[in-house]
């Protein structure tokens, strides 16, 4: 079964600093991997995917994921972060099960990022 | 703004009432796509509709029903609702059925308080 793993609950980063919110999957077959943020009472906002081709993902609002097949992981990074990118960080994979789900997301836990001024 | 509207935004019931959440997908999106954010579950797959049909079923509950209208808006009808039943209820929509590497969109969410 596909799943992700978001080993951090929390990650705390000084403003201007860089951050990395981890994520490491585990899938058969080829992954179809998603990054999307909640910022507190709103919707999730899709961030950016990897699908297949380079394996530097770039996104919205300066976001950026890097996949690594041999490490299974697709990390979200951001050189320089802000104190508006506080949110709470899903990563998810996309269910190719053709027994049961088609297509559906599965969500990893999810990372609250703090960042301070 | 994700183009996924959800209808209504929060709303409060008591237990063993029945609500119906609406959702209107992005314009030109047939897969609907119905998720439950609660603390202790995270976010959970419900339900798949494409084009009006039933397409996957995840962690849904008997009590629990959807369906998907010509027009390709969908309902989430929820019955004799239990206080666990609490939790936050997106609506999310892709173009495809089974294209994997489609965006899935979501909306807002419906807040439901079950007291």
């Known amino acids: 079964a596909q799943s992700v793993a978001q080993p951090e609950d929390q990650v705390n980063v000084a403003e201007g600093n860089p951050l990395t919110v981890k994520c490491t999957y585990s899938v058969s077959g080829n992954p179809y991997l998603f990054w999307y943020v909640q910022y507190p009472n709103r919707g999730l906002q899709f961030l950016l995917k990897y699908i297949t081709g380079d394996n530097l993902v770039k996104g919205s609002y300066g976001f950026e994921a890097e996949f690594n097949k041999s490490q299974t992981s697709f990390h979200l990074k951001k050189p320089s972060a802000l104190v508006s990118d506080s949110a709470l960080y899903f990563c998810?994979?996309?269910?190719?099960?053709?027994?049961?789900?088609?297509?559906?997301?599965?969500f990893g836990k999810g990372t609250k990022l703090s960042v301070k001024p | 703004d994700s183009g996924v509207t959800q209808t209504p935004k929060h709303l409060i019931t008591a237990t063993g009432q029945r609500v119906t959440l609406r959702c209107s997908p992005r314009?030109?999106?047939?897969?609907v796509y119905w998720y439950q954010q609660s603390l202790d579950q995270g976010l959970q797959f419900l339900i798949q509709?494409?084009?009006?049909?039933?397409?996957a079923k995840g962690n849904i509950l008997e009590r629990f029903s959807a369906q998907q209208f010509p027009d390709l808006h969908s309902e989430l009808n929820l019955s004799s609702l239990e206080l666990g039943d609490s939790a936050l209820y997106f609506c999310a929509s892709s173009v495809e059925e089974t294209g994997f590497g489609n965006t899935i969109y979501f909306g807002e969410g419906s807040w439901l308080t079950v007291v």
């Open positions: 314009s030109g999106d047939l897969s």
């Open positions: 998810a994979v996309r269910d190719s099960y053709y027994g049961g789900s088609q297509g559906n997301l599965i």
């Open positions: 509709y494409y084009n009006g049909e039933e397409r």
